[in-house]
C-alpha cells in the first residue's frame, strides 16, 4: 500500500494503474492518497472500529505483574484486572473508553487481552495458609517424589492406585 501511495502521490501514476501494479484496491488506494479515511492514513492498516487502549509493551508489562502476583500467591479475578487497567489508564492520561462511573476496563476489553495472552489465568482466588505456601518448594516436593520412586520400587502400584493426600 506504501508503495501504491507513494506512485501516485511522487510519480503522478493514476489509481487504477497503481492499484493493479500494487495487488490494493482502488478505492481504498484513492482513500489513503486523499486522506479521506478517518482511522486509516497512509499505510496504517486499521480493522474493525474497536483500537488498543495500551500498547504492546505496556500490555507485556501489565502480564508480569499479573504473573508476578500469581507468584507469590496473590490471584488476580477478572474484577481486579479490570480495575488495574482501568488504573492504568488514568494514572498514564492514556485515552480509553473505560467506564469512569464504575471505574472499570470493559468487559470485552477483558475478553481481548486474554486473547492476545493466553499464558496468565483469571480465577477466583483460594486462601493459602502462610506455613502451606511456605512448604511448597522445590526440596520438599522433590522429596515427596523421591518417597514415591522408593515405594514404587518395592511394590509397584499403578497409577490409578496412587493418591495425592
Same mark, same amino acid.
Given at each position: 500500500?506504501?508503495?501504491?501511495?507513494?506512485?501516485? =502521490?511522487?510519480?503522478?501514476?493514476?489509481?487504477?494503474?497503481?492499484?493493479?501494479?500494487?495487488?490494493?484496491?482502488?478505492?481504498?488506494?484513492?482513500?489513503?492518497?486523499?486522506? =479521506?479515511?478517518?482511522?486509516?492514513?497512509?499505510?496504517?492498516?486499521?480493522? %474493525? =472500529?474497536?483500537?488498543?487502549?495500551?500498547?504492546?509493551?505496556?500490555?507485556?508489562?501489565?502480564?508480569?505483574?499479573? +504473573?508476578?502476583?500469581?507468584?507469590?500467591?496473590? %490471584?488476580?479475578?477478572? #474484577?481486579? +484486572?479490570?480495575?488495574?487497567?482501568?488504573? *492504568?489508564? /488514568?494514572? &498514564? %492520561?492514556?485515552?480509553? &473508553?473505560? &467506564?469512569?462511573?464504575?471505574? *472499570? !476496563? %470493559?468487559?470485552?476489553?477483558?475478553?481481548?487481552?486474554?486473547?492476545? $495472552?493466553?499464558?496468565?489465568? +483469571?480465577?477466583?482466588?483460594?486462601?493459602?495458609? !502462610?506455613?502451606?505456601?511456605?512448604?511448597?518448594?522445590?526440596?520438599?516436593?522433590?522429596?515427596?517424589? &523421591?518417597? #514415591?520412586?522408593?515405594?514404587?520400587?518395592?511394590?509397584? $502400584?499403578?497409577?490409578?492406585? /496412587?493418591?495425592?493426600?
Amino acid at each position: 500500500m506504501q508503495r501504491a501511495i507513494e506512485a501516485v =502521490k511522487n510519480d503522478g501514476m493514476a489509481y487504477s494503474t497503481a492499484a493493479k501494479i500494487f495487488s490494493v484496491p482502488r478505492n481504498t488506494l484513492k482513500r489513503r492518497v486523499l486522506d =479521506k479515511n478517518v482511522d486509516a492514513k497512509s499505510n496504517k492498516k486499521v480493522l %474493525g =472500529k474497536y483500537r488498543p487502549v495500551f500498547t504492546e509493551e505496556q500490555e507485556a508489562e501489565l502480564v508480569r505483574h499479573v +504473573l508476578d502476583l500469581e507468584v507469590r500467591f496473590f %490471584g488476580v479475578t477478572i #474484577l481486579d +484486572l479490570r480495575s488495574l487497567a482501568y488504573n *492504568l489508564a /488514568v494514572q &498514564n %492520561g492514556i485515552p480509553n &473508553n473505560f &467506564n469512569r462511573e464504575k471505574k *472499570l !476496563a %470493559g468487559l470485552d476489553w477483558v475478553a481481548g487481552f486474554r486473547d492476545r $495472552h493466553p499464558e496468565i489465568s +483469571l480465577r477466583k482466588p483460594e486462601q493459602t495458609s !502462610a506455613a502451606r505456601a511456605q512448604a511448597f518448594n522445590k526440596h520438599n516436593v522433590t522429596r515427596c517424589f &523421591n518417597i #514415591l520412586k522408593d515405594v514404587q520400587e518395592k511394590q509397584f $502400584h499403578p497409577a490409578h492406585r /496412587v493418591f495425592n493426600v
